[in-house]
């Protein structure tokens, strides 16, 4: 969209960011952070949700997250300490010197939201989109699969679990060294942990959409969890304006 400016702030470590934003300036705070192998671009403004939401009246600031979109993408180990992404995040937050905002995620998106708000962000409300409970607090098994994606590139076979995986990243260019350092950072999630969320946080995902658990069960287990269904599996839920009208109505 021509109308979707950029921005670069400095992450951890100095990794430079991108952060997308639609909207007009004196719109309330949205920031939305995309899934694993996308993009802001990709999960956010390419079929319209970011314009649904910069419409119902919010700024919306897309960060690409660092191996990923326009965003650094560095090969050192040592730039992907634990929960880097949410290091990251809380740069982005001090950067665009958001306050009274909210926050939401898609996929591993909704990984770091609630990463980052364990870690002391806090958001008016948040948004977990294509997230369950088991993808949270057994992110091991989920981080295990990509691994596997990874190492075995351009051998895996239609009909192979790793298959749509494997396909993704090629469409989407991904730095697989990178994305193999990024997997490693990031942690379970525990039931406990996951009760400390306590703003009103909306479980938005698509009825075919499994990859992650169950988004009623994440929405009863938190304290002020509700859930919306929406059309789609896991890749194409974010293709369906279905998403943006129902955050903007919980967030509205």
């Not at 021509?2 to 992450?11: P, Q, S």
């Not at 705070?29 to 956010?44: D, R």
């Not at 989407?172 to 946080?201: E, F, N, Y």
Request: hydrophobic share 45%.
């Amino acid at each position: 969209m021509a109308d979707v400016k950029t921005e670069f702030v400095e992450g951890f470590g100095g990794a430079k960011l991108a952060v997308h934003s639609l909207g007009d300036s004196g719109g309330r705070p949205l920031l939305l952070l995309h899934g694993l192998f996308s993009s802001a671009e990709v999960n956010w403004i390419k079929f319209g949700n970011a314009r649904i939401l910069a419409d119902a009246g919010f700024e919306v600031f897309m960060p690409d997250l660092r191996a990923h979109g326009q965003s650094d993408g560095p090969h050192d180990p040592a730039a992907y300490p634990a929960d880097v992404l949410v290091q990251d995040l809380q740069a982005v937050v001090t950067a665009l010197s958001l306050r009274d905002y909210d926050l939401g995620g898609f996929s591993l998106g909704s990984r770091t939201a609630v990463r980052g708000v364990l870690a002391g962000l806090a958001p008016r409300k948040l948004v977990l989109g294509g997230m369950g409970l088991t993808g949270l607090s057994g992110w091991a098994r989920r981080s295990a699969h990509f691994v596997d994606a990874i190492d075995r590139f351009g051998t895996i076979e239609r009909g192979d679990k790793a298959f749509v995986a494997q396909a993704f990243m090629k469409t989407m260019k991904i730095d697989r060294v990178a994305a193999r350092l990024l997997l490693g950072s990031v942690d379970d999630t525990s039931a406990d942990a996951i009760r400390q969320v306590t703003m009103p946080t909306l479980c938005v995902c698509g009825a075919e959409d499994h990859d992650n658990g169950s988004a009623q069960e994440l929405a009863a287990a938190l304290p002020h969890g509700i859930y919306a269904e929406t059309p789609g599996n896991h890749m194409s839920s974010v293709t369906f304006k279905d998403m943006g009208r129902a955050i903007a109505e919980f967030l509205g």
